[in-house]
Each structure stands twice: as C-alpha cells, then as structure tokens.
C-alpha cells in the first residue's frame, strides 16, 4: 500500500491532540483507535477495607471542569478524526459509563455511521468497595464508518476462525490489563491508569484493518495500539503530550518483532476467492461431459458440455438443478453436488478449490 511521503507512521507525536491531528493530511487514516479521557468526576480518594488507596483515575488529563467543556474537547477531536479518515475508513472509541453515552451523540452528531457498540466484559473487574452501586465491570465501544454507505473493512471469517468457527458476538470477555503486561514505574507502581491489554488490540485490528493499513491512535498512552500494529504489519501513528508516557511507549513498540508475511495472512473471505465457473471443471476435463454427479438424497444429473446439468425433466446450472430438485428457491450446487472416485462421494468444490490453489 503506497503512504503519503508526509505521513508519520512508526512515530509518537508530541503535543495536544487535537493540534497534532490538525497537522495531518485530509484522508490519510485507515483506521482510528480512540481511548479518550472518561471524565470520571471522581471526588476524594477511594481506599479498600484494609484501607489501603485504590489506583484509580485521578490524572489531570481525566478532569474537565463541566460537562459543556468536556462536550467541546469532544466534538473538537472526533471532527478531526473524521477529516483524517479514508472515505472508507472507521473509528473505534471506547469508553465507560461517565462519557460513552456523551460520545456516542457526538459521533452521530458529527458524520460518523455507527456499525455496533461492543461490550468489553472483564474476566477480573476492580470490586466494588464502598457497596453503593454495581461492580463496574464493562467498558463500551462504539465502532463507527466514516459516514453511512462507507466500504469499511470487516474481515468477518478472520472474527470467526478466532472464535473456535462460532460468529463473534458484541460481547468480548477478555481480562484487564495485568501481570507482566501492565507496565510499571521505577516505583513498581502501574505507570499509566487506564492502560489496555493487547487481546482487545488484537481483536479490533485483526477484525477492521488488512496488513499495511495506517492505525492513528490520538490518545496513545503507553503504546498498546503501537505495539499491536506493529507487530500485525499495520503502519501506525500515535499522539501523545504527556512526556513519561511516550518514552514507555517508545521503549516497548521498539521491542516488538513484526510477525512474518506467513503470520500475517488471516482467513478470507469466500467471496474474495477467485471466481471459478462450474463449465471450467469441464472444459479442463476435471469432470467429463456425461459424468453423473449425486445429490445428498441420491438423486442424480449428468453433465453437458457446456457446463449445465441434466436430471430428469430439469436442465440448467449446478444451482438451477439442485434448487429444482429439492423445491426450493436457491441452492448451492458446489456443496449440494458430488461425484465418485473409486467408489467414494466427493463434492465437486474440491475441484473448485484445485483450480482456486492453482490460481494463487
């Protein structure tokens, strides 16, 4: 994929973002990856029962004095976003209760054509220490085109081979940030509140971008997008002011090992396979004209020259056949069809894909 000569992929850039995305050419953008701040209003410290202080979110770069003000921070970047994108381009923002709802309005209010809200269902939530309310324990997405009618990418079988050949639902149960993941201070302490684990990463690149796409991440933190990318072969770009967070960040993009052509490639869809008409089968003699080929029911139709089938009072294509057999509306003759070698029943889309391998 061919990149602007002025585009800064592989690079954290300093500063505001919202300044930063100004300085970007008009539609250079695959894919945004937003993590904004939640506006979480907290008030006072939060301790556990032993009384130990809780971790939480209580950056300066959390807090907006009112909600109008929060509101324009918002609107500011996501129509910055938006100018940045691919006609064919779309966003991820993800976010909690305090401002997803905000958000979301936004990004209607803005262009953006929302395609799902996903529920990131965590495996090991932070409890609930006071008692007054529910344990918190989802955070939202809102993954959204450009505008309506955009040809966003999806790669819907890559979702299903990664979830056992099950369709992937709108609810994500992945774990927190932890462990030998959750990047520490010279303290020891976490060095950034709100970091996110790389499966969550993982799974929207995999789902929304191809190798080579450029991802902007305009609240980059730690690297996480970064370093997902990098490692899927997607260009990326992040932006980030805060200087403790770029200088981790930098640090542990610059350790990860992009995966080789071979790991890159992820299940595509069928109807991107090359096209192969059933009359080819024939003309390169992979099946003989008068072959007689079997439904699942045993019935059977002979194939012509020209690539249609006969059976009893019916001719016409693999599809035309099968669906007036079974008197239906439609059929798929590649799986519905099958002929026999040396006694055993094979479909006629092993031949398909021979000449589909055969293609490249």
């Given at each position: 994929?061919?990149?602007?000569?002025?585009?800064?992929?592989?690079?954290?850039?300093?500063?505001?973002?919202?300044?930063?995305?100004?300085?970007?050419?008009?539609?250079?953008?695959?894919?945004?990856?937003?993590?904004?701040?939640?506006?979480?209003?907290?008030k006072?410290?939060?301790?556990?029962?032993?009384?130990?202080?809780?971790?939480?979110v209580?950056?300066a770069?959390?807090?907006?004095?009112?909600?109008?003000?929060?509101?324009?921070f918002?609107?500011?970047?996501?129509?910055e976003?938006?100018?940045?994108l691919?006609?064919?381009?779309?966003?991820?923002?993800?976010g909690?209760?305090?401002?997803?709802?905000?958000?979301?309005?936004?990004?209607?209010?803005?262009?953006?054509w929302?395609?799902?809200?996903?529920?990131w269902?965590?495996?090991?939530?932070m409890?609930?220490?006071?008692?007054?309310?529910?344990?918190?324990?989802?955070?939202?997405?809102?993954?959204?085109?450009r505008?309506?009618g955009?040809?966003?990418?999806?790669?819907?079988?890559?979702?299903?081979?990664?979830?056992?050949?099950?369709?992937?639902?709108?609810?994500?149960?992945?774990?927190?940030?932890?462990?030998?993941?959750?990047?520490?201070?010279?303290?020891?302490?976490?060095?950034?509140?709100?970091?996110?684990?790389?499966?969550?990463l993982?799974?929207?690149?995999?789902?929304?971008?191809?190798?080579?796409?450029?991802?902007?991440?305009?609240?980059?933190?730690?690297?996480?997008t970064?370093?997902?990318?990098?490692?899927?072969?997607?260009?990326?770009?992040?932006?980030?002011?805060?200087?403790?967070?770029?200088?981790?960040?930098?640090?542990?993009?610059?350790?990860v090992?992009?995966?080789?052509?071979?790991?890159?490639?992820?299940?595509?869809?069928?109807r991107?396979?090359?096209?192969?008409?059933?009359?080819?089968l024939v003309?390169?003699?992979?099946?003989?004209?008068?072959e007689?080929?079997?439904?699942?029911?045993?019935?059977?139709?002979?194939?012509?020259?020209?690539?249609?089938?006969?059976?009893?009072?019916?001719?016409?294509?693999?599809?035309?056949?099968?669906?007036?057999?079974?008197?239906?509306?439609?059929?798929?003759?590649?799986?519905?069809?099958?002929?026999?070698?040396?006694?055993?029943?094979?479909?006629?889309?092993?031949?398909?894909?021979?000449?589909?391998?055969?293609?490249?």
């Open positions: 994929m061919a990149m602007q000569a002025d585009l800064p992929v592989g690079r954290i850039l300093e500063g505001d973002c919202i300044e930063a995305m100004r300085g970007l050419p008009d539609a250079s953008v695959d894919l945004i990856f937003a993590d904004p701040p939640y506006n979480l209003q907290l006072g410290e939060l301790h556990r029962p032993d009384n130990s202080r809780v971790g939480a209580d950056d770069w959390d807090r907006f004095d009112t909600f109008a003000t929060y509101d324009a918002t609107c500011a970047w996501l129509a976003a938006r100018r940045l691919k006609p064919d381009g779309a966003i991820w923002v993800i909690s209760y305090h401002n997803i709802f905000r958000v979301g309005a936004a990004m209607q209010d803005a262009g953006f929302l395609l799902n809200d996903v529920i269902r965590k495996l090991n939530p409890p609930n220490f006071r008692g007054k309310r529910l344990t918190n324990a989802h955070e939202t997405l809102i993954w959204a085109s505008s309506e955009a040809r966003y990418t999806f790669n819907y079988e890559a979702l299903k081979a990664l979830n056992e050949e099950v369709q992937m639902r709108s609810d994500w149960t992945l774990p927190i940030c932890t462990g030998h993941e959750r990047l520490k201070d010279a303290n020891g302490d976490k060095a950034h509140s709100t970091q996110k684990p790389q499966s969550l993982h799974r929207v690149l995999v789902a929304t971008t191809r190798p080579g796409d450029v991802v902007l991440d305009p609240f980059f933190g730690t690297g996480t970064g370093a997902v990318a990098k490692m899927l072969g997607r260009e990326w770009i992040g932006i980030e002011r805060e200087a403790r967070y770029r200088d981790l960040a930098r640090t542990r993009i610059d350790r090992r992009r995966l080789d052509s071979d790991a890159l490639q992820i299940t595509q869809p069928k991107a396979a090359p096209r192969v008409p059933f009359g080819q003309e390169r003699g992979l099946l003989r004209p008068g007689v080929l079997t439904s699942p029911r045993g019935q059977t139709a002979k194939v012509r020259a020209d690539g249609t089938l006969v059976a009893a009072a019916v001719s016409g294509s693999i599809h035309q056949v099968g669906a007036a057999l079974e008197g239906a509306p439609s059929c798929n003759g590649w799986t519905y069809w099958a002929f026999v070698r040396d006694g055993v029943r094979v479909p006629i889309d092993v031949l398909r894909q021979q000449v589909r391998a055969e293609m490249g």
